[in-house]
C-alpha cells in the first residue's frame, strides 16, 4: 500500500496535502478505501461550510457500508472534487490523486495530524 511521505494522515484515514498552507487538499488512504470495498456515493461538504478537525463532515458510501468522512483540519471549505462526486469510484481507484475529495482554507487547527512513518505504524503498513 502507498503512503505518501508528502502528506499528512489522520487515525481515521483520511490525508492531508499542503495543512499549513493557504489551501489544504483533502482524500482519504488506500488502506481506507481498500477496507470500504466499491465506492458508490459521497456526501461532501459545500464551497463557503466551515469544517471543525476531528469532526464529520461528510459520508463515504461503499458497497460494504457507509462511513463518516472527518476533517483532518478546520477552516472554510474551498471546492469540491466534481469528478469524484460524479465518479465516486475514483476515490478507490486513485485516493492519493484524481480521488481527492475537497479543498479547504485551514484557518491552523488540526486533529492529531501523523506523518507517513506513523501512519505506516498505525495501519501497520511498510514505511
Given at each position: 500500500m502507498t503512503i505518501p511521505a508528502d502528506l499528512k494522515y489522520t487515525s481515521d484515514h483520511?490525508?492531508?496535502?499542503d495543512p499549513d498552507g493557504p489551501v489544504a487538499r483533502v482524500g482519504i488512504?488506500?488502506?481506507a478505501s481498500d477496507a470500504l470495498g466499491d465506492i458508490?456515493?459521497?456526501s461532501l461538504p459545500q464551497p463557503g461550510d466551515t469544517v471543525t478537525a476531528g469532526e464529520p463532515?461528510?459520508?463515504?458510501?461503499?458497497?460494504?457500508?457507509v462511513s463518516d468522512l472527518y476533517a483532518p483540519v478546520s477552516g472554510v471549505?474551498?471546492?469540491?472534487?466534481q469528478d469524484a462526486l460524479d465518479a465516486p469510484e475514483l476515490v478507490g481507484s486513485d485516493p492519493f490523486g484524481q480521488g481527492w475529495l475537497f479543498t479547504v482554507h485551514p484557518d491552523g487547527s488540526d486533529a492529531d495530524l501523523l506523518d507517513a512513518v506513523a501512519?505506516?505504524?498505525?495501519t501497520g503498513s511498510p514505511s
Open positions: 483520511e490525508w492531508v496535502a488512504t488506500a488502506f458508490v456515493y459521497l463532515c461528510g459520508e463515504i458510501e461503499s458497497t460494504k457500508s471549505v474551498a471546492e469540491v472534487n501512519y505506516a505504524a498505525l
